[in-house]
Structures are given as C-alpha cells and as structure tokens.
C-alpha cells in the first residue's frame, strides 16, 4: 500500500454510482500522478479509493481504461475551466488574459490532474497521447479565434485567418511548456504567468492584427520572404 496518499479510514458503503465513481477517479489521478501509468498499481488505486478491486473493474473497467477515465474527466475539466474564464464582453486580448489566468489557475489548484495529463499520457502514448492531441487542438481552435476576431475589428481577418491557427498552436505550446515549468516553480503567482505569456505573445499578435509585419533580411536594406 502506498505510504505517502491519503486513503480513506475504513471502505465506505452504499454510494451512488457516481458518486463512487468519482472516489474511484479521485484516487486514481493521485496515484497515477505519483507512479505514472506503469508503475501504478490497481491494488494501491483499490486501498486509496477504499473500495475493491472487482468494484473498480466493475465500475470503470481495467487499469488502461480506468486511465483513459481519468485522461478524459481531467481534459475536459480543464477545458472547461478556461472557457469559463474567457469573458466575451472585454476585447481579445483580455480574453486570452482571463483565459490563460483560468488556466494557470486550474494547473494551481489541479496539480496531479496536470502531472497525469501533460507528463505521463503524452509519454504512454497510443490512444492515451491521441486523447490529449484532441484536447490540444480544441485549445488551438478556442485561440485562434480569438486571433482571427482581434483581426477582423482591424479589417484584417483574411490576413489573419491565413497564420491564426499556426500562431494559436505556438501559443498553447508555449502555455504547457511554461506550466510544465512551472510545476518546479510554484512561488510564481497564476497572474504572472499570464503577464510573462502575454508579454511575450500578444504583442506580436497586435503587431499582425494591426497589419505590422516582420519580415527577414536576405542582405542589409533588403526583405526576403513576401508572406507571413
């Protein structure tokens, strides 16, 4: 049994389904989180969830996908979270603000959840890192348009539309590089984050949306690439 998970005191009894399917999950994601996919065990899953193993199997079948369980609920709290966060009354670059602030602040208050998803499934792999290429791309969708909108008040939505989903897929990239860090780093308050993020992102993002283009330089004086 593990030594370093808070388990129940005694099996609890009776609960309703989803109840104790949340137990189930609950203990899960911690102890996934703790060993990753291998090296956890179904029986320390069993002793911190309090409930039996047959129970598990029952309930939310084997360990790969007790796994896939824990992958999706996670993902798509997560989710939820930042488009929960994103205020629509306010321009997009304070949407992206709230929405990375959203963000950082569920990685906060759900480390194990964040260990689970961006650490151990990408690392399992197979259908596990197909779960989380989902996830990433639904992010990318949610900022690029947030891209392609600040575009189209400037008139350049076409423009935009062109290196939006690219730039959105840098961003989130960027936004799970820093949280992976952060994990080492947690004397970083949530705000910071997005102001680092922000700092480095959106200002580039304003510069295209308002038409500003950098462009390289094959010889002093002179611009190479025509399309950005």
């Keep these: 049994m593990a030594q370093d998970v808070q388990r129940p005191t005694?099996?609890?009894k009776r609960l309703p389904r989803a109840v104790r399917e949340k137990q189930i999950l609950d203990a899960a994601v911690r102890v996934f989180s703790l060993h990753?996919?291998?090296s956890a065990s179904m029986d320390e899953i069993s002793d911190v969830a309090g409930v039996s193993k047959p129970m598990i199997y029952s309930y939310l079948g084997a360990k790969e996908d007790l796994f896939l369980h824990c992958i999706r609920r996670e993902a798509n709290r997560m989710l939820e979270a930042v488009q929960a966060g994103i205020r629509p009354d306010v321009p997009p670059d304070m949407q992206l603000w709230h929405g990375l602030r959203a963000f950082y602040g569920f990685v906060a208050s759900h480390r194990e959840s964040w260990v689970v998803l961006h650490r151990h499934a990408i690392t399992v792999g197979g259908p596990f890192a197909d779960e989380i290429t989902d996830l990433?791309?639904?992010a990318i969708k949610l900022v690029g348009g947030l891209v392609v909108s600040a575009g189209a008040r400037k008139g350049l939505a076409e423009q935009v539309e062109f290196s939006g989903e690219g730039l959105a897929a840098a961003l989130v990239g960027a936004a799970e590089s820093l949280a992976d860090?952060?994990?080492d780093h947690t004397d970083v308050p949530d705000g910071v984050l997005?102001?680092?993020?922000m700092n480095l992102a959106w200002l580039g993002f304003n510069d295209l949306v308002e038409g500003q283009l950098w462009r390289p330089?094959?010889?002093?004086g002179e611009h190479g690439a025509d399309q950005v």
């Design 136 to 138: 990433r791309g639904k």
């Design 10 to 12: 005694e099996r609890a």
């Design 217 to 220: 330089r094959e010889h002093e």
């Design 194 to 197: 997005a102001s680092w993020l």
């Design 36 to 38: 990753g996919y291998h």
């Design 181 to 183: 860090w952060w994990l």
